[in-house]
Nanobody
């Protein structure tokens, strides 16, 4: 079972992208009980937490994306979103969604200067 992430692409610095991550129907209970999160991993770097959203829809963000990224979710659709604004070249990475023990396959975000 894998989450399906989408929405990555190539964008110029200052641009925006919206990532989506959808889980299969069988993990509906997981979406309702766990904390969906977004991670990213740049080449040669470790995977790092970008944002997470609690069951009460309270979000936490890494300092390097605060004020620029927003995460949200729709439990009924088993989908979590990451709205990314004012993108910077250093945001270039593979972005992964995670909930419970499930991971997405990753979606590549490339920001050109």
């Amino acid at each position: 079972v894998q989450l399906q992430a989408s929405g990555g692409g190539l964008v110029q610095a200052g641009g925006s992208l919206r990532l989506s991550c959808k889980g299969p129907r069988m993990i509906l209970s997981v979406f309702n009980s766990e904390v969906p999160a977004w991670y990213r991993q740049a080449p040669g770097s470790q995977r790092e937490l970008v944002a997470e959203i609690s069951r009460q829809s309270r979000s936490n963000y890494a300092d390097f994306v605060k004020g620029r990224f927003t995460t949200s979710k729709d439990n009924n659709k088993r989908t979590v979103y990451l709205e990314m604004n004012n993108l910077k070249p250093e945001d270039t990475a593979m972005y992964y969604c995670h909930v419970g023990t499930y991971w997405g396959q990753g979606t590549l975000v490339t920001v050109s200067s």
